[in-house]
Nanobody, 114 residues
Framework: QVELVESGGGSVQAGGSLRLACASSTNLDGNAMAWYRQVPGKQRQWVAVVTSTKFANYIDDVKGRFTASRNNAKNTIYLQMDNLKPEDTGVYYC?????????WGQGTQVTVSS
């Protein structure tokens, strides 16, 4: 069983920054982990992935503004979000893919005002 706990959400004005963290109860060094976001009435949307080799990829909307990283010694992944826009508002979730199953955190709210 994998438990994921996100933190770092909050409210900022457009152009501001936030850093999200997702801590895992299990060593996931060999596994890819991802960030998603969801707004009410819409499907959860993939935002970024960071692989076991620390390669990161992003949805086009956030390229150049968001940076995903991981610290395997702390079993934690991060999402540095800069130059935030109102359309980045949503609940952000991390996901771990482990032994054939997907595990999700509880989510953290990000609100960007114009």
């Amino acid at each position: 069983q994998v438990e994921l706990v996100e933190s770092g959400g909050g409210s900022v004005q457009a152009g501001g920054s936030l850093r999200l963290a997702c801590a895992s109860s299990t060593n996931l060094d060999g596994n890819a982990m991802a960030w998603y976001r969801q707004v009410p009435g819409k499907q959860r949307q993939w935002v970024a992935v960071v692989t076991s080799t620390k390669f990161a990829n992003y949805i086009d909307d956030v390229k150049g503004r968001f940076t995903a990283s991981r610290n395997n010694a702390k079993n934690t992944i991060y999402l540095q979000m800069d130059n935030l826009k109102p359309e980045d508002t949503g609940v952000y979730y991390c996901k771990a893919m482990y032994q054939g199953r997907d595990y999700w955190g509880q989510g953290t709210q990000v609100t960007v005002s114009s």
